[in-house]
């Protein structure tokens, strides 16, 4: 069994900052890619933010030069600095992780979401 803990999430004012973190726990033999996504309400899901296994690194145009991605494989942990927040950044954040596990096989898993409010 492969576990996603997201934690960081919290309400903000313009201008602000949080730090999102994503645990990987359980059966994690290897990590591939590791993503944020997020969901405002009304709105599909989107990519935010992407980290390949050697550090190559993907944003979306609205969050570039705020947000930065990364990861520490020996924790096998993802973070999200979010830096200048705006009103529209508001929404619940996933993480998503490619990972090879007990069933020899790479597959994606699901954190259970963080909530991100930022107030104007």
């Known amino acids: 069994q492969v576990q996603l803990v997201e934690s960081g999430g919290g309400l903000v004012q313009a201008g602000g900052s949080l730090r999102l973190s994503c645990a990987a726990s359980g059966s994690v033999f290897s990590i591939n890619y590791m993503g944020w996504y997020r969901q405002a309400p009304g709105k599909q899901r989107e990519l935010v933010a992407l980290i390949s296994s050697r550090g190559s690194t993907n944003y979306i145009d609205s969050v570039k030069g705020r947000f930065t991605i990364s990861r520490d494989n020996t924790k096998n942990t993802m973070y999200l600095q979010m830096t200048s927040l705006k009103p529209e950044d508001t929404a619940v954040y996933y993480c998503?992780?490619?990972?090879?596990?007990?069933?020899?096989?790479?597959?994606?898993?699901w954190g259970q979401g963080t909530q991100v409010t930022v107030s104007s």
């Open positions: 998503s992780v490619n990972i090879f596990g007990e069933d020899s096989r790479f597959q994606d898993y």
